[in-house]
């Protein structure tokens, strides 16, 4: 076995000794912690949505983070998706680095890999906003047809619990065991809206608490809320297909630089080593990164926009 197989083993098992031993910090510092809660009552449990934001940068960056993988809906922790973020970088950009021997290029790709978990989990959590977006108006309309019927707000989220399917149904079980345990219904809609960072859930938490605290007719505003939620989605929905074209093209211009360079330092490195080794090289290299990161945020904005 050679210098270079030597090196991809050590570098494999270092890679995969990390994520162990990060995985054992994490049942021996957050296990205890996790136990304690089990302990204790619903109302009392606390989740990542609950803590505090550091005023830091670093603080906001971190929260940020933690509610990314907690909205992508799988079922993992803040910190084990970091971990799977470092040893995809570790991963790649050491796979890289024993391949072509180029420190920059390596850590270039090894910033990629720690991208695509985060791409993943972006795809994810928007993929489980739209899901719940769909599922929004037949939840509603279930509420509104069992307060229309006679029962309580209660008692109707207790039948979309036990009824319904999908991502919602979900989150009105644990609406209704808090409630079965003695939590306050108006506290715990706002903690459901906090966790379902989507507007239409909002809306329809704070018409269930305006409800409760004024009256009104709440069967007849849920319809038409349910309504309004359809045609705002029918209404997205057209303009994600009419503007598909256009944001593909941009994406395609967008990943074409890059590709580019990839591929050709793959194949020839004599045409890119100017770009590292001569001073000149390294400017115009530092001035087209930030042409292309610029770029880049342009299309991300264009693309809200439209959408």
Same mark, same amino acid.
């Given at each position: 076995?050679?210098?270079?197989?030597?090196?991809?083993?050590?570098?494999?098992?270092?890679?995969?000794?990390?994520?162990?031993?990060?995985?054992?910090?994490?049942?021996?510092?957050?296990?205890?912690?996790?136990?304690?809660?089990? %302990?204790?009552?619903?109302?009392?449990? +606390?989740? !990542?949505?609950?803590?505090?934001?550091?005023?830091?940068?670093?603080?906001?960056?971190?929260?940020?983070? @933690?509610? &990314?993988?907690?909205?992508?809906?799988?079922?993992?922790?803040?910190?084990?998706?970091? /971990?799977?973020?470092?040893?995809? !970088?570790?991963?790649?950009?050491?796979?890289?680095?024993?391949?072509?021997?180029?420190? /920059?290029?390596?850590?270039?790709?090894?910033?990629?890999?720690?991208?695509?978990?985060? !791409?993943?989990?972006?795809? %994810?959590?928007?993929?489980?906003?739209?899901?719940?977006?769909?599922? /929004?108006?037949?939840?509603?309309?279930?509420?509104? +047809?069992?307060?229309?019927?006679?029962?309580?707000?209660?008692?109707?989220?207790?039948?979309?619990?036990?009824?319904?399917?999908?991502?919602?149904?979900?989150?009105?079980?644990?609406?209704?065991?808090?409630?079965?345990?003695?939590?306050?219904?108006?506290? *715990?809609? %706002?903690?459901?809206?906090?966790?379902?960072?989507?507007?239409?859930?909002?809306?329809? *938490?704070?018409?269930?608490?305006?409800?409760?605290?004024?009256?009104?007719?709440?069967?007849?505003?849920?319809?038409?809320?349910?309504?309004?939620?359809?045609?705002?989605?029918?209404?997205?929905?057209?303009?994600?297909? *009419?503007?598909?074209?256009? +944001?593909?093209?941009?994406?395609?211009?967008?990943?074409?630089?890059?590709?580019?360079?990839?591929?050709?330092?793959?194949?020839?490195?004599?045409?890119?080593?100017?770009?590292?080794? @001569?001073?000149?090289? %390294? *400017?115009?290299?530092?001035?087209?990164?930030? &042409?292309?990161?610029?770029?880049?945020?342009?299309?991300?904005? &264009?693309?809200?926009?439209?959408?």
């Amino acid at each position: 076995m050679g210098s270079a197989e030597l090196t991809f083993v050590a570098f494999g098992s270092l890679s995969m000794v990390v994520t162990a031993v990060g995985l054992l910090m994490k049942d021996l510092i957050f296990g205890s912690e996790t136990l304690r809660e089990s %302990k204790r009552s619903l109302r009392r449990r +606390r989740t !990542g949505y609950e803590r505090a934001v550091d005023a830091s940068l670093s603080g906001k960056l971190d929260h940020g983070f @933690d509610r &990314l993988v907690l909205e992508s809906g799988l079922e993992i922790s803040p910190w084990t998706g970091f /971990l799977i973020v470092v040893a995809s !970088g570790l991963i790649l950009g050491g796979g890289t680095w024993v391949a072509t021997d180029n420190g /920059l290029f390596s850590c270039g790709t090894g910033m990629i890999g720690m991208v695509i978990p985060i !791409g993943f989990f972006v795809f %994810k959590r928007r993929q489980r906003m739209i899901e719940i977006r769909q599922e /929004l108006p037949v939840v509603i309309d279930m509420v509104a +047809r069992s307060t229309r019927s006679g029962r309580s707000v209660e008692q109707a989220l207790a039948l979309v619990a036990e009824e319904a399917d999908g991502i919602l149904s979900k989150e009105i079980e644990r609406v209704v065991q808090q409630l079965e345990v003695g939590a306050a219904l108006d506290r *715990t809609l %706002k903690r459901m809206a906090v966790r379902l960072p989507v507007i239409e859930a909002r809306i329809f *938490t704070t018409t269930l608490i305006v409800q409760r605290r004024s009256g009104g007719y709440l069967s007849s505003t849920l319809e038409r809320l349910a309504t309004v939620i359809r045609e705002r989605t029918a209404a997205q929905n057209q303009v994600r297909v *009419t503007t598909s074209a256009g +944001r593909m093209s941009s994406m395609i211009i967008a990943a074409m630089a890059p590709i580019a360079l990839c591929a050709v330092m793959v194949l020839n490195p004599a045409h890119i080593r100017v770009f590292f080794d @001569d001073p000149l090289g %390294k *400017t115009l290299l530092a001035a087209a990164i930030a &042409l292309e990161v610029i770029g880049i945020l342009w299309i991300i904005m &264009l693309i809200r926009e439209d959408a």
